[in-house]
């Protein structure tokens, strides 16, 4: 009877453990992902040279993410520009609530 009850409750463990490392896994996904997509935002950004509300809603349209935090709205031949992406994520077993995942990134512009 112990060992079935034992066996029981190790198994609620092991499934608990298992959702906790999809969570895990999922969300190194989307940070894979992110990183990767702002290499190619930053080529965009750097390419175009101007930034504007359109431009930024093109980029997120494009790349199915929101983009944050631009700095500065009109930087001009050489000039840095950080940017923040951010990707919104429901966990299963982490929280109760949606998780943002975000990556910050500089950008030259004119180097590309």
């Not at 609620?12 to 190194?28: H, K, R, S």
């Not at 980029?59 to 009109?74: C, F, G, M």
């Not at 500089?106 to 590309?112: A, D, E, F, P």
Request: hydrophobic share 40%; glycine share 2%; charged share 25%.
């Amino acid at each position: 009877m112990s060992s079935k009850l034992s066996l029981i409750i190790s198994m609620l463990f092991f499934a608990l453990f298992f959702f906790l490392c999809i969570d895990i896994m999922t969300i190194q996904f989307y940070y894979s992902d992110l990183d990767s997509k702002s290499i190619s935002i930053s080529y965009d950004i750097s390419r175009k040279g101007d930034i504007d509300e359109t431009y930024i809603s093109s980029l997120e349209e494009k790349y199915k993410l929101q983009i944050s935090d631009v700095s500065p709205k009109h930087p001009e031949f050489g000039d840095t520009v950080e940017y923040i992406v951010v990707r919104e994520y429901k966990p299963i077993i982490i929280s109760p609530n949606p998780i943002e995942i975000k990556v910050k990134r500089t950008t030259m512009i004119g180097y590309y």
